[in-house]
């Protein structure tokens, strides 16, 4: 079970998770006593593998799940068993879910008829909502006629457009183009910091999750691993998993030879000793990884934590360069460099040394 860390808000949590289980079949642990605050406000990104328990968390706060044990809290009042329809949370799906045969104007005015919002400020509340998703011209097409970041964009107007009180994203991304889904994640993000809104947002995208975040809670196994802003959790990472689902990562295996002030010494498979941070439950000889991102190692003739290795590829990538180094002990790793300084690399068989300085890794049980 994980307990709440740190919050980006101010005052009591707006949504409360206690110990919140959830099964399938009575035998598949879905979410498995889950404990999670959202600080009111924030931008939340729930981020994991297929099956991790990211998107039954969100479906559970929504109201389409149930738990089979636990508490869910909205604003100091349990809702666990109250309906969808009852939690006013606006809810936005990747398949968007819009009606073909309604206009864009009519699709977003749907959640205000089903209200009994009266006719003249509904059409003020659609018109706010079209503006405020660059689609005002757009009033009186159909669904059919619009590419699918302008579809996206009517179905998060409707989901905003009776004022909820928070926003849930189920992978509200996954079925765009590159180009258009970093687009749309900046405007949502822009939508974020002009309303004010709690947003929750679920992806296995980790781009998408450290570009848009203001904490990160990662899931595995129906548990969140860590949750925390987007740059402790890509330069801290709690354990194995979080370092290796998030981000590039080499991880060499070693020995810990000495534990000290924070700081770790690891011996590798080729004899070769290595400084870093220490990360939780190691203990001196025990197994340990070596955890270090492809841009914080550089070549260096000398210098701490110093690594010889040969050159087994290198790959050309416009704005960087790729080189997988093999060193001693049978292991590798890769390391990410500017053209200029991949030029001076040796080629594919050549020597090389390497350098990442102790701040820049980690040494994980």
């Not at 991304?173 to 822009?190: F, P, S, V, W, Y």
Request: with cysteine; glycine share 10%.
């Amino acid at each position: 079970m994980t307990s709440p860390e740190r919050q980006t808000g101010e005052g009591a949590p707006i949504v409360s998770f206690r110990s919140v289980t959830k099964r399938y079949d009575g035998k598949t642990t879905v979410v498995d006593g889950l404990d999670l605050d959202i600080a009111r406000g924030e931008f939340l990104t729930l981020l994991g593998p297929s099956g991790s328990g990211k998107t039954t968390t969100l479906m559970m706060l929504a109201g389409f799940e149930w738990p089979d044990a636990g508490t869910i809290t909205f604003e100091g009042r349990d809702i666990t068993g109250l309906p969808p329809y009852r939690r006013d949370m606006g809810v936005v799906f990747q398949s968007y879910a819009l009606f073909p045969h309604m206009s864009v104007a009519e699709n977003i005015a749907f959640p205000l008829g089903v209200r009994k919002v009266d006719a003249a400020e509904r059409r003020r509340r659609v018109e706010e909502a079209l503006a405020l998703v660059h689609l005002t011209s757009f009033a009186d097409r159909h669904p059919a006629q619009l590419s699918g970041g302008q579809q996206q964009r009517v179905a998060l107007a409707r989901a905003l457009v009776y004022r909820p009180r928070m926003v849930l994203m189920d992978e509200p991304l996954g079925a765009l183009d590159k180009a258009l889904r970093e687009q749309m994640q900046t405007e949502i993000k822009n939508i974020h910091r002009q309303l004010g809104l709690t947003f929750v947002y679920v992806t296995h995208d980790q781009d998408e999750a450290l570009t848009m975040s203001d904490r990160v809670a990662v899931f595995h196994q129906g548990r969140i691993q860590q949750i925390t802003s987007p740059t402790e959790i890509y330069t801290r990472p709690r354990n194995r998993f979080v370092a290796s689902f998030l981000g590039e990562t080499n991880m060499l295996e070693g020995t810990v030879t000495a534990l000290s002030d924070g700081m770790a010494d690891i011996r590798l498979a080729g004899g070769t000793v290595l400084s870093a941070r220490a990360g939780e439950g190691l203990a001196v000889g025990g197994p340990a990884v070596f955890v270090a991102r492809p841009e914080s190692i550089s070549p260096a003739a000398a210098g701490p934590n110093r690594l010889d290795g040969t050159v087994s590829e290198s790959a050309f990538h416009g704005d960087h360069v790729r080189v997988r180094v093999d060193i001693p002990g049978g292991q590798s790793l890769q390391i990410k460099l500017n053209p200029q300084s991949g030029a001076c690399l040796p080629g594919a068989g050549g020597t090389v040394s390497l350098s990442v300085p102790a701040a820049d890794a980690l040494v994980l049980a």
